[in-house]
């Protein structure tokens, strides 16, 4: 007698090739599902930074990790002394699945993160930030800190810089040509170069000591602030004619008019003002005040053909402003006015 099979059975289905072939899909479709649902859980234990709780002894686990010296660099800053109110977690953040203290960071390659912003305000940072490593650091903003210097030389692909309300007295962005915003208010700047940041599109100086500045050459600055600072009508006349979108000149104190020795001056000399006597044909208006009282003109001084002459020995201010140089488009905005420091003039020979 021949042995039976199951498909001999009476009621058993016989298994035809198409139910194999849906079994196999299904059991393929199946075996999908579960690896997917692996990775999402992975990649979920991840970002908990809890995946590491489920690795055998010695396993490494293969994920994109961030730059080692980037890395180095940030933790070596996170000390008591550069963040004295813990506002940072980068000494004890890991490389991976958690977030540091106003980093953000993006795929540069495979299995590569780079840090590509940096924002850290109103937290009394202090110290020196190194940024050398950060290449492809596009945006740094650490507004209202305590930093005297900081470096960006090595930092070509930086885009927006802002600074404002440190203790900073120099600023080098010579080697950011990309540079489109920045943003240096409120420190102890006297001299900044933006000759070489074409691409520049906003620039805020205001609150600092500078005496000149030379944005001719940043043919794409849209929005410029220049108010607090040094700057004589000759410096400020130019920056009206480029025709921003917005512009904002304010007040200038503490000036020293261009060419004027340092040392003391005396009555009887003549001064050179000849640079800020007229603009696009319109004449400055010329204020002078002695020992705080409004001095008189031919008695206390003369100003003819644009020389100075004190008549009398004393401390001096001049204010001076001109029609053509304000804050907006037409003339019905706030004029911009220049204040020189007090000049001390002392007795002399005609």
């Excluded at 958690?98 to 009394?124: H, L, M, N």
């Excluded at 029609?323 to 706030?334: A, N, V």
């Excluded at 204040?339 to 002392?346: N, S």
């Amino acid at each position: 007698m021949s042995q039976l099979s199951h498909a001999d059975l009476p009621g058993w289905p016989r298994k035809t090739r198409r139910q194999s072939s849906a079994r196999k899909t299904r059991a393929g479709s199946l075996h999908f599902v579960k690896a997917v649902s692996r990775l999402s859980l992975r990649r979920w234990l991840l970002g908990l930074g809890l995946l590491s709780l489920f690795l055998a002894p010695g396993q490494v686990l293969a994920t994109p990790a961030r730059d080692s010296d980037e890395v180095k660099s940030l933790k070596a800053f996170d000390t008591p002394q550069n963040d004295p109110n813990d506002k940072l977690n980068w000494s004890t953040a890991p490389a991976y699945g958690e977030e540091w203290t106003g980093v953000s960071w993006a795929k540069a390659g495979e299995g590569d993160y780079r840090v590509k912003e940096i924002v850290i305000e109103d937290a009394k940072l202090s110290g020196t930030l190194d940024l050398s490593s950060l290449k492809s650091l596009i945006t740094l903003s650490v507004e209202n800190n305590n930093f005297t210097s900081l470096d960006v030389s090595k930092n070509a692909a930086l885009e927006k810089l802002s600074v404002a309300d440190n203790k900073l007295t120099a600023v080098d962005v010579s080697r950011n040509a990309l540079l489109e915003e920045l943003n240096v208010g409120e420190n102890n700047l006297s001299s900044l170069d933006v000759t070489h940041s074409p691409a520049l599109k906003s620039l805020s100086v205001k609150k600092n000591k500078l005496t000149a500045l030379d944005v001719s050459q940043n043919t794409a600055l849209e929005a410029l602030e220049v108010s607090g600072n040094k700057l004589p009508l000759s410096q400020l006349y130019p920056m009206t004619t480029m025709g921003f979108q917005a512009l904002a000149l304010g007040d200038q104190t503490g000036v020293i008019p261009p060419s004027w020795p340092l040392s003391p001056l005396v009555t009887g000399k003549a001064y050179d003002l000849s640079s800020e006597m007229t603009f696009n044909g319109v004449d400055t208006v010329f204020s002078l005040t002695l020992n705080g009282e409004t001095a008189t003109i031919n008695k206390d001084y003369s100003l003819t053909n644009g020389l100075l002459v004190f008549h009398k020995a004393g401390d001096y201010q001049i204010i001076m402003e001109n029609d053509e140089i304000h804050s907006g488009l037409s003339q019905d905005f706030r004029k911009a006015s220049v204040q020189t420091e007090i000049l001390k003039v002392a007795s002399g020979g005609r």
